[in-house]
C-alpha cells in the first residue's frame, strides 16, 4: 500500500513537471513574440529576438512554477 502511494505521487509530481514545461513554454513564447511584435521586430532579428527573450521567459515561468509546485505539495 505505501510503495503504491509513493509512486502515485511520483507519477503526479512528473505528471505537474511536464505539463508546467508546456505551459511555461508556451507562454514564454507568445509573450516573446507580442514583446517584439509590439517593438516592431520582424523577419529574421525578429524571429532571433523572439526565440532569446522566449527562453528566457519560458525560463522564468517554470521556475516559478516549480517552486508553486513544492509549495502545493508541502501544503498537502
Same mark, same amino acid.
Given at each position: ?18 505539463? +508546467?514545461?508546456?505551459?511555461? &513554454?508556451?507562454?514564454?513564447? #507568445?509573450?516573446? =513574440?507580442?514583446?517584439?511584435?509590439? !517593438?516592431? %521586430? ?6 532571433? +529576438?523572439?526565440?532569446?527573450? &522566449?527562453?528566457?521567459?519560458? #525560463?522564468?515561468? =517554470?521556475?516559478?512554477?516549480?517552486? !508553486?509546485? %513544492? ?6
Amino acid at each position: 500500500m505505501l510503495v503504491a502511494t509513493c509512486i502515485q505521487e511520483a507519477v503526479f509530481s512528473l505528471i505537474l513537471r511536464l505539463l +508546467a514545461i508546456v505551459v511555461c &513554454g508556451g507562454g514564454g513564447g #507568445l509573450t516573446a =513574440w507580442w514583446i517584439v511584435s509590439s !517593438l516592431g %521586430g520582424t523577419g529574421v532579428g525578429g524571429g532571433i +529576438a523572439s526565440a532569446m527573450i &522566449g527562453m528566457v521567459l519560458a #525560463l522564468l515561468f =517554470w521556475i516559478a512554477a516549480v517552486a !508553486l509546485i %513544492g509549495a502545493l505539495k508541502r501544503g498537502r
